[in-house]
């Protein structure tokens, strides 16, 4: 996942060049979308018993020269209730269970159809976020 909001652009840069504070949200969570949401967070998932998954706590601390950590949990939670989800193509990393904002966004290696009671999850270390 390398494909940051413009949200977390501008908070990099204000940060740095600008010397402002940036606050951590208190929790994350994994959301997913039938079409790339590019920096407006659109095409996320919605009915059929689908929310957003919070993922705190589910990443080792980034180190080295690679500017990329991956996740250290599996990241469960996400079941189709009541009918079938449309095809998920993209995740995205938001700041809150509902609205908020998107930090970031990429595509999945390939689309996942999830019908209604078909489960949808991320193993260990498949979910990297990389800042280049």
């Known amino acids: 996942m390398s494909e940051a909001s413009d949200y977390v652009e501008n908070q990099i840069l204000n940060c740095y060049l600008n010397q402002s504070t ?50 250290n949990a599996d990241i469960t939670g996400f079941t ?7 095809t998920v193509t993209h995740v995205g990393i938001h700041t809150a269970s509902t609205a908020g904002e998107l930090l970031f966004h990429t595509p999945l290696a390939s ?10 999850q991320i193993s260990s270390g498949n979910l990297t976020v990389t800042v280049a």
């Open 80 to 86: 189709a209730s009541g009918g079938d989800w449309a």
């Open 22 to 71: 940036i606050t951590a949200p208190a929790a994350i969570y994994l959301g997913l979308h039938s079409a790339d949401p590019t920096d407006d967070d659109g095409g996320e998932i919605s009915g059929n018993g689908y929310a957003r998954v919070a993922i705190t706590d589910k990443f080792d601390a980034a180190s080295g020269t690679g500017g990329s950590l991956s996740s």
């Open 111 to 120: 689309s996942v159809t999830v019908a209604d009671g078909d489960s949808f």
